[in-house]
């Protein structure tokens, strides 16, 4: 398997344009985290799924931001209107959820740029 | 708050040299992992404990898991250029089986 592949690897916008970032999952992984990682705040969980249903959006830091996990082979995550604040890198992560002490696999990440 | 507070939050040193990093909570886990961000990349499981005064050995990486279930450390022998990186310790919180991280250590060892 590939692991977990995140696309684009690096993304530069302008402030107020829309942004998606994409992820496809260990394929048998029924578990799907985003995380956002700042040398401010460290890696925070945004959001996780659990076959294909969002369990946990608390992390989402506001209105901006969505994900959506229409498959289990795939989810992205959006951010609408883009500010310089969101930048960041973003990492996607699986795991074989249910259960406990399981390894979550992360993608390479995006790092996401708002100028 | 931070639900795990990681010390120190930054350390370099000298390939060869030995250390220990901390992983610090108010909290009980059932258990904890340990594990280490390159850069560039994600981070990669090291290890998982889950018993009060165990310990587990990677090599070079010496593993503690506190009696009380609230915190770990990390010790590494003869430190190499090839550890630099960012250690990161993690609970699986609230069993909702979301993973949840400490801002980490950033170590750099020199050659």
């Known amino acids: 398997d590939a692991g977990v592949i995140q696309s684009p690897r690096h993304e530069v916008t302008e402030m107020g344009q829309e942004v998606t970032l994409r992820c496809k999952p260990i394929s048998g992984h029924n578990s799907l985290f985003w995380y956002r990682q700042t040398m401010m705040r460290g890696l925070e969980l945004l959001i996780y799924?659990?076959?294909?249903?969002?369990?946990?959006d608390s992390g989402m830091p506001e209105d901006r931001f969505s994900a959506k996990m229409p498959n289990a082979s795939f989810s992205t995550l959006k951010i609408q209107p883009s500010e310089p604040r969101d930048s960041a890198v973003y990492f996607c992560?699986?795991?074989?959820?249910?259960?406990?002490?399981?390894?979550?696999?992360f993608g390479q990440g995006t790092r996401l740029t708002v100028v | 708050t931070q639900l795990l507070e990681q010390s120190p939050q930054f350390l370099s040193i000298q390939e060869g040299e030995n250390l220990t990093v901390y992983c610090n909570s108010s909290s009980v886990f059932s258990s904890l992992q340990w594990y280490r961000q390159e850069p560039g990349e994600g981070p990669v499981l090291l290890v998982t404990?889950?018993?009060?005064?165990e310990v587990k050995k990677l090599k070079r990486l010496t593993f503690q898991f506190g009696d009380a279930r609230k915190d770990s450390s990390l010790h590494i022998t003869a430190a190499q250029p090839g550890d630099t990186g960012l250690y990161l310790c993690?609970?699986?919180?609230?069993?909702?089986?979301?993973?949840?991280f400490g801002a980490g250590t950033r170590l750099f060892v020199k050659a």
């Open positions: 993690a609970v699986d919180n609230t069993g909702g089986f979301k993973t949840i």
């Open positions: 799924f659990n076959n294909n249903v969002p369990i946990d």
């Open positions: 404990v889950v018993t009060g005064g």
């Open positions: 992560a699986s795991s074989l959820g249910g259960r406990r002490n399981t390894e979550a696999f």
